[in-house]
């Protein structure tokens, strides 16, 4: 009786209800859905499919409200059932899939500490990432006579050089292995990707047994988690790296066997997520703040000033620097917001009913944490659809504090007990990636026309990147 007293959240009508589900299967910008309901509903509202509801959270108040606070975030971080996890991810053995309990405790705790990137010393990271920026420099200097180069196709080969030396401490020994490597991780991603959002094998799993295009997709995701796993973690391999224990599948390994408590499959799911996300993320980071800079060739210009003023031309830029470059880390914090890499993140599941702010959320109701709409929303920021980096800079020029009102809204990486486990990870090699770059080139629009400046007219999904970027380089 009680229940019935207290409201679910506001939505639309049943009808349009189904209108909008059917709209969100089949374009897949659940975010620009989102904002349109939430300019009529607020920041929490119901899409109500039949017996069952999907509650959106629209703002970083309520995300951080429903997953940080006490009496809400042992029961909102769960995640929801999905064919990926479950078919492919040996029953969601990676961390993001997994439920909230003390075995995610433990792995979220053994990938930070082994993702901890200056355990070794900024030092040993600089120099990795370094050197792959220092290939990549050649590779630009030799694009110089072209007019238009794709500048996508050359991050994603330096940004999986990376991930292979991240999780192995190894380089790609010549061309060949580099270009396997490559291979390998772009077919695991491309299906990855495609089954994560694949409506027809999460709603109807038992397709998969079914001649057609459910079957043939499930076959090649598990081709390219075998191929994936016998590049990384075939018998010897995982000899070696254990041996030497260096690298995220070196030290995991050996973390894993001190702890006595993971198996292959939790191994295989997490090495395999360390891949997916580690790369498409920092590659849609990357590409889409090239893409801005194109656009804004004074933001380019006001970067390279500072870069010139601070670091020179004469040794290459360090995650040390970040303190006194303010206008580039603004930008870099800009590109977060501007884009929302990451729209609607990964949806959350409550496990028991709960109340919040006069609204009830049944057991087992998924959350979208709709972050688009977080970074967008004119009720938290001016101007919200320009890119404007000096919205995170003081009077002085100085980048605003963390803990200033502006900069908690803003929350790409998620926030709680599920916030992302990458985050350093992908905000330092995105500096990196950033000032050594532009320390040497400038880049400006090629013959051919840009993807738009604006994320929400890219094609939407799960990571959002421009499909293209063709540019000319020109050495500085
Ligand atoms: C610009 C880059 C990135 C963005 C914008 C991003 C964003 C996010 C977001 C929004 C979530 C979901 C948070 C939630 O559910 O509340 C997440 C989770 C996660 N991210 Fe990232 N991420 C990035 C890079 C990375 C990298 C580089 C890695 C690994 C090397 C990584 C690994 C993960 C994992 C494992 C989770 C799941 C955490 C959990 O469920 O407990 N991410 N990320």
């Known amino acids: 009786k009680d229940q019935q007293k207290t409201p679910l959240p506001p939505g639309p009508p049943f009808l349009e209800c189904l209108q909008i589900t059917w709209r969100m299967l089949r374009k897949n910008d659940t975010h620009l859905i989102a904002e349109d309901l939430r300019k009529r509903y607020g920041e929490i509202f119901n899409i109500r499919l039949f ?278 880390n603004a930008a870099i914090l800009e590109c977060l917001r501007f884009i929302s890499h990451v729209p609607v993140g990964i949806p959350h599941v409550t496990r028991e009913e709960i109340e919040v702010e006069g609204m009830r959320i049944p057991a087992k109701t998924a959350m979208v944490t709709n972050y688009w709409s977080a970074h967008r929303s004119d009720k938290y920021w001016d101007k919200p659809d320009v890119f404007l980096p000096e919205r995170f800079l003081d009077d002085d020029g100085k980048l605003l504090p963390s803990e200033h009102i502006l900069r908690s809204q803003l929350i790409p990486f998620g926030i709680g007990k599920r916030n992302c486990v990458g985050e350093s990870f992908a905000k330092s090699r995105m500096f990196l990636y950033v000032t050594s770059l532009l320390q040497r080139f400038n880049f400006s629009p090629g013959e051919n026309k840009l993807p738009p400046s604006d994320s929400k007219l890219w094609m939407p999904n799960s990571t959002m990147m421009p499909a293209f970027l063709n540019c000319v380089v020109a050495k500085r």
């Open 51 to 328: 017996s069952s509801n999907l509650v959106f959270l629209n703002s970083s108040r309520i995300m951080r409200k429903l997953s940080v606070s006490g009496q809400y975030r042992n029961v909102t971080n769960d995640r929801p059932w999905t064919f990926y996890g479950h078919f492919i991810c040996y029953g969601c053995r990676n961390v993001s899939l997994r439920n909230y309990n003390e075995m995610l405790m433990k792995v979220r705790k053994m990938v930070h500490g082994t993702i901890k990137l200056y355990g070794d010393g900024i030092k040993v990271f600089d120099d990795m990432v370094n050197g792959e920026i220092q290939i990549l420099q050649k590779e630009l200097e030799n694009s110089k006579l072209k007019a238009s180069f794709d500048l996508c196709k050359a991050l994603k080969v330096s940004l999986i050089r990376v991930i292979h030396i991240f999780l192995t401490n190894e380089r790609p020994k010549d061309s060949e292995e580099c270009n396997y490597i490559c291979d390998t991780v772009e077919e695991f991603d491309d299906v990855d990707n495609e089954m994560f959002n694949s409506v027809l094998l999460n709603t109807c799993p038992w397709v998969r047994f079914l001649p057609g295009r459910g079957r043939r997709l499930y076959k090649a995701a598990l081709e390219g988690r075998d191929k994936l796993n016998n590049l990384y973690l075939n018998s010897s391999i995982k000899e070696r790296l254990k041996g030497h224990g260096k690298g995220f599948i070196g030290k995991i390994l050996s973390e894993a066997e001190y702890a006595n408590e993971m198996e292959d499959e939790d191994i295989k799911g997490i090495v395999g997520e360390m891949v997916t996300a580690g790369y498409l993320t920092t590659k849609g980071a990357l590409s889409g703040f090239f893409l801005l800079i194109l656009y804004y060739p004074e933001i380019q210009r006001r970067i390279q000033e500072e870069i010139d003023d601070n670091i020179g031309s004469d040794r290459e830029p360090s995650l040390d620097d970040r303190g006194i470059m303010h206008y580039t």
